[in-house]
């Protein structure tokens, strides 16, 4: 091989690891910018999510009602924390609907309700909790109905609801 030949093929070398680099680099790139649109997702998107929150909602909510059902206070302690939770993540989300700022919105019309059920759970006392979770399912209406949803309405469960966990201590 003679010099213009070694010195091309080292050429060729050098832009094809540049070439390369180039593609990583523009994955990365692509990558962070579709995480930083994550974040702006259009608004039909944040509405798809505030359902799966509220499908979180709910499934806790059930779950708290049947350990205080059974007054299996560790349960319903734990399920008043993971409440406490996805009310954070609402904030979080920044979720609106109709003008509404649902996260603001579900922190002021929770936290009593949440209160009152920690000290209902305290009081071990399944009558102060079966109402103070009544006191928390009307919450959940009165923003339902405040957020046009109305129809939403949130009943106590049926006790043999979930026969795959057990709730009695
Ligand atoms: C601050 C307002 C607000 C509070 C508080 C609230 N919700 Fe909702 N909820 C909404 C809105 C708004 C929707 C409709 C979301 C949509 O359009 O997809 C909704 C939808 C739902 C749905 C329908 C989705 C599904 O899975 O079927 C359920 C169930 C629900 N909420 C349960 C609850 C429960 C249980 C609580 C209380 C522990 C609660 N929500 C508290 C505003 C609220």
Redesign the pocket.
């Known amino acids: 091989m003679n010099k213009a030949a070694i010195a091309l093929s080292i050429l060729a070398l050098i832009l094809s690891t540049i070439a390369i680099l180039q593609m990583v680099g523009l994955r990365e790139i692509e990558m962070a910018t579709s995480s930083a649109e994550d974040m702006f997702r259009p608004a039909r998107k944040a509405?798809?999510r505030?359902?799966?929150q509220?499908?979180r909602?709910?499934h806790?909510?059930?779950k708290l009602y049947l350990s205080t059902y059974w007054e299996n206070t560790d349960l319903a302690t734990f399920y008043v924390n993971k409440?406490e939770g996805i009310?954070e993540d609402?904030s979080f989300g920044q979720?609106e609907?109709?003008g509404?700022e649902?996260?603001a919105?579900?922190r002021?019309?929770?936290r009593g309700p949440l209160d009152g059920m920690a000290a209902s759970i305290q009081t071990e006392e399944q009558e102060a909790m079966e109402s103070a979770w009544y006191e928390?399912?009307a919450?959940?209406?009165?923003?339902?109905a405040?957020?046009?949803?109305e129809y939403?309405q949130?009943e106590a469960p049926d006790k043999g609801m979930y026969t795959s966990q057990r709730f009695m201590k």
């Open positions: 509405e798809e505030l359902t799966v509220m499908e909602l709910h806790f909510a059930d409440i009310i609402i979720y609907q109709n509404l649902i996260g919105l579900a002021d019309m929770l928390l399912a919450a959940c209406n009165d923003c339902h405040v957020a046009e949803r939403i949130i």
